[in-house]
């Protein structure tokens, strides 16, 4: 069987000398560690105060973000920026990037919907989320959603089991998993869509309270 981590080249040969939050944000975007790129119009690289002791790590950049070349811009990031005012912390003062930086689509009629990232891409991209959190040292990383607990802590992660409780990993002292912003959005009721949006504000004040 071949090694599923091992299918592609990997973003490694494609960092620059320095892994400078700089330098790294030129050259993701010629980035072909693996075949995302072919259909992606940018990579989207992290963004935010450089040296944070907050960095929230999602999934990868949606249809908004592929465009504007900015991570969560669109409705997702929208939702999360008012979770994270409700909730004490302020966006602009936390570094905010993606597991993997371009976008994973799949048509649909005029539509590109977004498509889960695998564990090899995962694995590719992994250089770009490293050299990122090596050069903002955060004190507190949140994992937002179940891509971004699985890269952190291992496919063991279970975002249902482990949310909102602050972990540790070699990366920060803190690590606190929540469910993803899209999942708020994706629910079908009001109520339904309260319940989570409450909950997602409930884990965001546990990280405001390592970081206050
Ligand atoms: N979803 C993500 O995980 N990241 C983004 O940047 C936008 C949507
Ligand atoms: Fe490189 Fe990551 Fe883009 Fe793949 S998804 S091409 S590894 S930047």
Request: proline share 8%; net charge positive; charged share 20%.
């Given at each position: 069987?071949?090694?599923?981590?091992?299918?592609?080249?990997?973003?490694?040969?494609?960092?620059?000398?320095?892994?400078?939050?700089?330098?790294?944000?030129?050259?993701?975007?010629?980035?072909?560690?693996?075949?995302?790129?072919?259909?992606?119009?940018?990579?989207?690289?992290?963004?935010?105060?450089?040296?944070?002791?907050?960095?929230?790590?999602?999934e990868q950049p949606g249809n908004d973000e592929?465009?504007?070349?900015?991570?969560?811009?669109?409705?997702?990031?929208?939702?999360?920026?008012?979770?994270?005012?409700?909730?004490?912390?302020?966006?602009?003062?936390?570094?905010?990037?993606?597991?993997?930086?371009?976008?994973?689509?799949?048509?649909?009629?005029?539509?590109?919907?977004?498509?889960?990232?695998?564990?090899?891409?995962?694995?590719?991209?992994?250089?770009?989320?490293?050299?990122?959190?090596?050069?903002?040292?955060?004190?507190?990383?949140?994992?937002?959603?179940?891509?971004?607990?699985?890269?952190?802590?291992?496919?063991?992660?279970?975002?249902?089991?482990?949310?909102?409780?602050?972990?540790?990993?070699?990366?920060?002292?803190?690590?606190?998993?929540?469910?993803?912003?899209?999942?708020?959005?994706?629910?079908?009721?009001?109520?339904?869509?309260?319940?989570?949006?409450?909950?997602?504000?409930?884990?965001?004040?546990?990280?405001?309270?390592?970081?206050?």
């Open positions: 069987m071949p090694d599923r981590k091992a299918a592609y080249p990997g973003a490694a040969a494609y960092l620059p000398a320095s892994h400078s939050l700089t330098a790294c944000r030129k050259a993701v975007d010629a980035c072909h560690g693996c075949p995302l790129y072919r259909r992606a119009t940018h990579a989207v690289f992290g963004e935010g105060a450089a040296h944070s002791p907050l960095v929230l790590i999602g592929d465009l504007s070349g900015r991570p969560f811009v669109g409705p997702s990031g929208k939702l999360l920026d008012r979770a994270l005012a409700e909730a004490g912390v302020d966006r602009g003062k936390a570094y905010v990037t993606n597991v993997v930086k371009h976008f994973k689509w799949t048509p649909s009629g005029e539509k590109r919907l977004h498509k889960k990232p695998d564990a090899a891409e995962i694995a590719a991209c992994r250089p770009w989320l490293e050299a990122e959190l090596a050069a903002v040292k955060p004190v507190t990383i949140v994992a937002l959603g179940a891509t971004a607990g699985q890269a952190l802590l291992g496919r063991a992660f279970r975002v249902t089991r482990q949310r909102g409780v602050p972990l540790t990993t070699p990366f920060a002292p803190h690590l606190i998993a929540t469910i993803h912003p899209s999942a708020v959005l994706r629910q079908r009721t009001p109520d339904d869509r309260a319940r989570e949006y409450a909950a997602l504000v409930a884990d965001l004040k546990v990280v405001a309270a390592t970081v206050t």
